[in-house]
């Protein structure tokens, strides 16, 4: 493929939007190699471990496959921990035919199947700026498609498209100036009386172990030195809330995430997960003046003492319904 139509690709992949799945069988093959090519292009390695190769994007985690597990645990545990995918009161709506879900950020794609499959007459789009991490066509419900888009550029669909918009654990991924943008970008696209709900955690340990709240905290203070990211974003988001005139009746839930053994096999997968996430932050260890060795024998340490405490995180659920001032007359 010529150097000139590679990028006008990628620049047709940065400002609008490509889709997996939806079009596939519109694809020839040589369209097919210059996807595949662009995709293989578009990745790049550090410290062994394969990212997404876009300098626009903060992202901290990389885009491999221990992060595709570790985020398929963590979606497995997060459903079971608040006893299913939602909170916000739209289980009817959802049931009626023509209702439209999306999904910001869907990695896996798991929480869009799940939706899927138990809400039949619902339409669901999940978008993610990686789509090596979604899932194949036969694991795919008809009602739920995958689409990758940068939501930093903007999300892209007409205002008034959907009912029920989902944006889940992605305090790596925005700045602040981002969420604003993207928050606003996301009740355009919502629909009168649509629902928005929101799930982030913070970050703080509950019955602290000192070392492995340093560890945290150093993770805080490097994303926001190096990439501009505040990974207590659940502070903000309420505010970032009230302050969109069309979002009311707003609700803030929250539940306790146990780590450890203390707390069976979920709190030892809850534990485990969270040093995978510390383990995929590769500029942690030079940031905190140590070698990759160090650093784990360190994590190794820390968890194992951290293991022995009744740990926990507090994980919130923020959702809000969309009152336009000026309702669409169809
Ligand atoms: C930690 S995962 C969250 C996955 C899922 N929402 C959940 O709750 O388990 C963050 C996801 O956001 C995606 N992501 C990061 N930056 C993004 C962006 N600018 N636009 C779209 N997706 C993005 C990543 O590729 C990753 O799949």
Known sequence: MSKKSKNSLINASKNEVWKHDLDSSNFETN????????????????????????????????????????????YL??????????????????????????DIGCGSGLWAIDMGLNHPSSSIIAID???????????????????TCNAIYGIPFPQNTFDFVNISMMWSAFTEAQWILIIKDL????KHNGW????????????????L??????????????????IHIYEEIPKYIRAMDELEDFNCMHIDYPMGEWYGYFGKYALENLKR?????????KYMKMS????????????????????????YKYFAKKVSKNVPII
Not at 294 to 315: H, M, P, Q
Request: with cysteine; glycine share 4%.
């Open 187 to 190: 009740v355009r696209v919502l």
């Open 277 to 285: 996430t510390l383990q995929s932050v590769v500029f942690l260890p």
């Open 213 to 230: 709240a340093w560890l945290i905290e150093c993770l805080s203070n490097a994303c926001r030195d190096i990439t501009g990211v505040n």
């Open 77 to 102: 545990l997060m459903r079971h921990r608040w006893k299913g995918n939602f909170c916000s009161p739209v289980k009817e709506k959802l049931n009626t035919s023509g209702t439209t879900i999306l």
């Open 31 to 74: 369209d097919i190699n210059e996807l595949t090519s662009l995709l293989l292009d578009s990745y790049k390695t550090y410290n062994g471990r394969q990212f997404l190769n876009d300098d626009d994007l903060n992202c901290l985690l990389p885009s491999d496959k221990i992060v595709l597990e570790r985020s398929t645990l963590s």
């Open 292 to 315: 990759n060795e160090e650093f784990n024998n360190l994590l190794d340490d820390y968890f194992k003492e951290a293991n022995e405490f009744k740990i926990s995180f507090t994980v």
């Open 129 to 147: 700026i990686d789509p090596s991490k979604f899932p194949s066509k036969d694991q795919c419900p008809p009602n739920v498609c995958f689409l």
């Open 196 to 211: 928005i709900e929101f799930t982030e955690p913070d970050p703080t340990l509950r019955n602290g172990v000192k070392n």
